[in-house]
Structure formats: C-alpha cells, structure tokens
C-alpha cells in the first residue's frame, strides 16, 4: 500500500462568498458598465459630426422671421378649412369676423407625407366668395397641403393641412 491511501481523506471546506468575492464582482460590474458606455460614446461621436447646419445663423435669422410671421398671421384672424373634392382641392377662407376672405391670392403645394418625391404645385382660382379650387386630377391617398395666401395689403397666411383621396 501506499503512504498516499493511508493518509486521512482531508475534508473540503464548503465555498463561500467573502467579502473579497463579492468586491470582485462589483468591481468587474461597473468595469463591464463603463467599458460599453465608452464604446457606444466613441460609436456615436465617430459617427455624428455635431454639426446639424451648415449656416446655422441664418437658419437662425429664419425661424426668428417664421415666428414674427405666425404672430402676424394670429392677429389676422384667418382662418382655412381644406377638402378634396373629386379632383379639386377646394379652401374655404374665412377672416376674423368669420365673414369670407375674397380676392386673395393663393398658391398651394401637395406633397407625400413620408416622402418628398411627387411635389405638385397648385394655382387656386376663387368660384365663390371666400372658396378657393386648384385642379387636382388623378390623386390617390394621402397628401399633405401647404398653401400661400395673401391679399393686395400683403397680409400673408400660411397653413398646411392633411387631405386623403380614395
């Protein structure tokens, strides 16, 4: 027999978590946490230049004028309501006084709401005091109206509008 076999069996401590382990494990936590924060940060700013403009202070200066121009509309009191009509898109102009708006010269554009392809301009022409139509022939789903109307005072007015054809 052997010296080995005659030795008494050691008995294995059962393991245990001590502060150490549980150190270690915190520790390689948060190393985890912040080496993924670091990458995605590198991703983003390898990827996105920060420049959202190319001239931001004069698209600045515009929103400015935008601003004064929505405030001057609010003082108007105009008011448009839109609807496509077999193959018109027909504008109801009201003022303040909700009397119609006659002689006003309006331009429209329709465009795709996700999509900037398929642009068609619009030229209204009034029937009717304060009802304005532009041919539209040929349309299907849904389009997003801009208009443009202004008067011989030049008080401008601007509005946008969703229509839907069948």
Same mark, same amino acid.
């Given at each position: 027999?052997?010296? =080995?076999?005659? #030795?008494?069996?050691?008995? %294995?401590?059962?393991?245990?978590?001590? $502060?150490?382990? /549980?150190?270690?494990? @915190?520790?390689?936590?948060?190393?985890?946490?912040?080496?993924?924060?670091?990458?995605?940060?590198?991703?983003?700013?390898?990827?996105?230049?920060?420049?959202?403009?190319?001239?931001?202070?004069?698209?600045?200066?515009?929103?400015?004028?935008?601003?004064?121009?929505? =405030?001057?509309? #609010?003082?108007?009191?105009? %008011?448009?309501?839109?609807?496509?009509? $077999?193959?018109? /898109?027909?504008?109801? @102009?009201?003022?303040?006084?909700?009397?119609?708006?006659?002689?006003?010269?309006?331009?429209?554009?329709?465009?795709?709401?996700?999509?900037?392809?398929?642009?068609?301009?619009?030229?209204?022409?009034?029937?009717?005091?304060?009802?304005?139509?532009?041919?539209?022939?040929?349309?299907?789903?849904?389009?997003?109206?801009?208009?443009?109307?202004?008067?011989?005072?030049?008080?401008?007015?601007?509005?946008?509008?969703?229509?839907?054809?069948?």
């Amino acid at each position: 027999m052997s010296v =080995a076999s005659l #030795e008494p069996r050691r008995a %294995r401590r059962p393991f245990r978590i001590t $502060g150490w382990h /549980v150190l270690a494990g @915190m520790i390689a936590f948060f190393a985890v946490v912040i080496a993924v924060d670091v990458a995605f940060t590198v991703m983003a700013l390898r990827t996105f230049p920060g420049q959202v403009s190319v001239t931001p202070y004069e698209d600045g200066l515009l929103y400015n004028k935008k601003l004064e121009q929505i =405030a001057a509309q #609010e003082r108007l009191g105009w %008011r448009a309501s839109a609807a496509q009509e $077999g193959g018109v /898109v027909a504008i109801q @102009m009201r003022d303040a006084q909700d009397a119609p708006l006659v002689g006003l010269t309006i331009r429209g554009r329709l465009e795709r709401p996700a999509t900037e392809a398929g642009k068609i301009t619009l030229a209204f022409r009034e029937v009717e005091p304060g009802r304005y139509v532009a041919d539209a022939k040929g349309l299907a789903g849904s389009w997003d109206l801009t208009l443009f109307a202004h008067d011989a005072r030049n008080n401008a007015f601007e509005a946008e509008r969703r229509l839907t054809w069948p």
